[in-house]
């Protein structure tokens, strides 16, 4: 029983909402890699396009439920997603066309193009923040939780109970239907087969007939949708408050960079790993042992490698490994 016990500790606490964090992570770094890989810069205002995309399905949520429409048991967000994902497409094709641009035809270095971006990113902030404020807003209704700790106590009669929230099942489901899409996109069809192409070789694609502007927006729609859902299933899952998402440029950038920048599947699997580093980290182990442990040797301690205050400095300790060792990434992307 103690072990079991032990087991459902770590699931309740590192895997489950490691699992949910590494899909959030995972949609934001096929982002910013889906960036750099087709119009080759490092885009440092993604955190904040999840920031704004998330703002403007609260604002639709709200809308939605002032007109009594729900979906349910599943958020009410997942029905104003589509219209936070409009908003966000509308916002960065026009950044584009403004400020982007401008320096893709002055054939402007790469660092002056992640200059540019930070610029965008302030802006981007500032006018999120402007729309919907700075305080911390919850907007997750539906279905609370899909099995609750009373339940599951008394279910199995263990003393540790295994609480699975309804976000959290809904971010890694979500996330896997966008995953299987982008890349059916990519693979099968023409626009997709394009953006490939102009990837790997942008002159021999322009030669080959494939309009480069066509390529840029679809870039930036797919890089906007990925950004918003990212973001809403981070703001279901725990909370929005606009700063928050500036934070997570850090985490988002590490996995992109660990899994290979330039490099799909990398992003998937660096956001997994960066999300598995930090939530097993900082986790405080003393339950789980207490468990496995013989009797009179517990450990007295917290048994926590770091503070949960120090998170995000897992995420720059392996990020300066991986530059350090292996800069292409697991998936040997473009090196940095």
Not at 181 to 204: C, I, P, Q, V
Not at 307 to 326: P, W
């Amino acid at each position: 029983m103690d072990i079991l016990n032990a087991f459902v500790a770590l699931l309740n606490y590192v895997m489950i909402p490691a699992t949910a964090y590494g899909a959030q992570l995972a949609l934001g770094a096929l982002g910013v890699t889906l960036v750099y890989g087709i119009l080759r810069f490092s885009n440092f205002a993604h955190g904040d396009t999840m920031a704004f995309g998330t703002a403007m399905v609260i604002l639709a949520t709200w809308g939605l439920q002032a007109l009594g429409v729900s979906a349910g048991p599943l958020p009410t967000a997942l029905l104003a997603l589509p219209l936070g994902i409009a908003a966000t497409a509308l916002l960065v094709l026009g950044t584009d066309r403004t400020v982007y641009r401008f320096y893709r035809r002055e054939k402007a270095a790469p660092v002056v193009m992640v200059m540019v971006s930070v610029g965008v990113m302030f802006v981007m902030n500032g006018l999120t923040r402007f729309v919907i404020g700075v305080d911390e807003i919850r907007f997750d209704d539906g279905v609370r939780f899909l099995i609750s700790a009373r339940e599951f106590k008394q279910a199995t009669g263990l003393s540790e109970g295994l609480a699975l929230r309804g976000t959290q099942v809904l971010t890694v489901v979500t996330a896997g239907l966008m995953v299987w899409a982008l890349f059916w996109f990519l693979n099968h069809t023409r626009t997709g087969k394009s953006m490939r192409a102009y990837s790997d070789n942008e002159d021999l694609a322009l030669l080959s007939g494939i309009d480069p502007e066509r390529v840029v927006a679809v870039t930036w729609i797919i890089a906007a949708a990925l950004a918003t859902t990212a973001g809403t299933l981070y703001g279901l899952d725990k909370a929005f408050k606009a700063f928050n998402y500036f934070h997570l440029l850090l985490p988002i950038f590490a996995a992109s960079i660990v899994g290979g920048l330039g490099n799909p599947l990398g992003a998937i699997a660096g956001g997994f790993l960066i999300a598995y580093s930090e939530v097993s980290i900082t986790y405080a182990f003393k339950k789980v042992l207490g468990y496995l442990a013989p009797e009179g040797w517990e450990p007295e301690g917290l048994v926590q490698l770091l503070s949960t205050e120090y998170k995000f400095a897992v995420s720059f300790a392996i990020l300066v490994v991986v530059l350090l060792f292996r800069p292409t990434g697991i998936f040997k992307g473009k090196s940095v």
